[in-house]
T-cell receptor, first 116, second 116 residues
Framework: GAVVSQHPSWVICKSGTSVKIECRSL??????MFWYRQFPKQSLMLMAT?????????EQGVEKDKFLINHASLTLSTLTVTSAHPEDSSFYIC????????????FGPGTRLTVT | AQSVTQLGSHVSVSEGALVLLRCNYS??????LFWYVQYPNQGLQLLLK??????LVKGINGFEAEFKKSETSFHLTKPSAHMSDAAEYFC??????????????FGTGTRLTIIP
């Protein structure tokens, strides 16, 4: 099956700094990538949808200036958490979709962000 | 609006026993329903999906689920649990068949533990 990777898998940063999370589709080209956020014992919540070469579409309540998404190529999307605060600590999961790969989203393993 | 409720955040069954994970949904349009499994430190993997047609859906690893419109349910079952089934299971709903490119709404997940 299709493989999606995320890097880093775990990151700690200080409050006020920015951190970038990468999502890569390793063996297919992803026309669309999704970013989810998961709090402990809660659902995965969609943050934004990004299509290669265009601006991301953010879900209601998600600050686009705080969570910067760049989908610069068909195999890479990045999520940058700017001026991170402790309340941004969470598990961030990406998924990738390609029509050629079948009608399924393929999920990455997630990135655990802790802001101190 | 759509929502998913998974009853029981933790379920324990003995090896060889029946596995039953419950999922109820709410949707204003005909739903498309999915079960995903997440093993530790790995991404979500699609177990099975219901879009249209037969209401009993068979998936990978011996799992199946039945769509019951009258009960707004999509419970996941497996006749005989195996140690390798221990994981987190997520039920999800989408409003369109093109769910690969459409927002998924997830339940809070059920952690399945298998007792030797």
């Amino acid at each position: 099956g299709a493989v999606v990777s995320q890097h880093p898998s775990w990151v700690i940063c200080k409050s006020g700094t920015s951190v970038k999370i990468e999502c890569r589709s390793l063996d297919f080209q992803a026309t669309t990538m999704f970013w989810y956020r998961q709090f402990p014992k809660q659902s995965l919540m969609l943050m934004a949808t990004s299509n290669e070469g265009s601006k991301a579409t953010y879900e209601q309540g998600v600050e686009k200036d705080k969570f910067l998404i760049n989908h610069a190529s068909l195999t890479l999307s990045t999520l940058t958490v700017t001026s991170a605060h402790p309340e941004d600590s969470s598990f961030y999961i990406c998924s990738a979709f390609s029509q050629a790969g079948g009608d399924e989203q393929y999920f990455g393993p997630g990135t655990r962000l802790t802001v101190t | 609006a759509q929502s998913v409720t998974q009853l029981g955040s933790h379920v324990s069954v003995s090896e060889g026993a029946l596995v039953l994970l419950r999922c109820n949904y709410s949707s204003s349009v005909p739903p498309y329903l999915f079960w995903y499994v997440q093993y530790p430190n790995q991404g979500l993997q699609l177990l099975l999906k219901y879009t249209t047609g037969a209401t009993l859906v068979k998936g990978i690893n011996g799992f199946e689920a039945e769509f019951k419109k009258s009960e707004t349910s999509f419970h996941l079952t497996k006749p005989s649990a195996h140690m390798s089934d221990a994981a987190e299971y997520f039920c999800a709903v989408s409003s369109t068949r093109n769910f690969g490119n459409e927002k998924l709404t997830f339940g809070t997940g059920t952690r399945l533990t298998i007792i030797p």
